[in-house]
């Protein structure tokens, strides 16, 4: 089975990870394209958000450590053996309860986030084109699998053909772990669900799901899954044919 990453158990968030995200005044927007530009502003600020969230938990942890940790110096295997103890007790809130929670609560987010824009892009088409029998309307099951329906019947969208569609589906596989299972592997129902879960470690830096444990995610996990959602909605609103304005180009966040 993989062994959690560092940055997975402590979360540390490199810099190279965190630099990327971009000022978007949403005075800046033109009429033409505000369906895009509502998405991609959205998205820019949750990735500030996350960022921003993440260096504040970091920064306390080490402040915590600074201020109660231990200050004297290891000589022997065993003194650096209790030293490493004494200092995991001391970050303990802020590594292993706060970063974990915080991560979690981002994934879900995350997915929110998806799941309105779809529904806003759904109901822009409604009122432009108009050629539905009925609005959508969503039912028990999945979102997505319902939107992606009925945007292939009225308005020619298949998302599926999207190459980032399966990073909104993999969004959607552990967000449901999390909120239906408070990330424990074992309470998914179904091993073909479960096995699959495990699997997504393979694609997905930063993700552990290893059954007998809860779900780890990494700052890379997040940050992968920002840019790959931010170039899910790039070539949405292509399909479309909608502007996007300059800011929205997905270049800009990689």
Known sequence: MPSPSEDAQVGLVP?????HWIDMNPLDFDLSDFKTFETLFVLNSFGKYWKENEQMIQRASEEEEARSG???????????AEFDAERKAVRYLYDEIM????????VVMLCVIVERAMLRLIRDLERMDGPQSQRFNCKPGSFLEQANTHCKKYFNLD???????????DLQWIRNCI????????LVSGKTRRVYLSSLHARRPGFIANEGGRIEIGPECIDHF????????????????WEIHDFGQAEKLC
């Open 70 to 80: 231990p200050n004297w110096d290891p000589k022997t295997q065993a003194d650096y």
């Open 15 to 19: 810099a190279e990870i965190i630099g």
């Open 226 to 241: 920002l840019k790959e959602i931010w170039s899910f909605f790039i070539w949405v609103f292509g399909q479309l044919k």
């Open 99 to 106: 970063t974990p929670t915080f991560r979690y609560s981002c």
């Open 179 to 186: 909120v239906h299972c408070h990330g424990e592997v074992d």
């Open 159 to 169: 998302i599926k053909k999207c190459p980032e569609c399966d990073a909104v589906y």
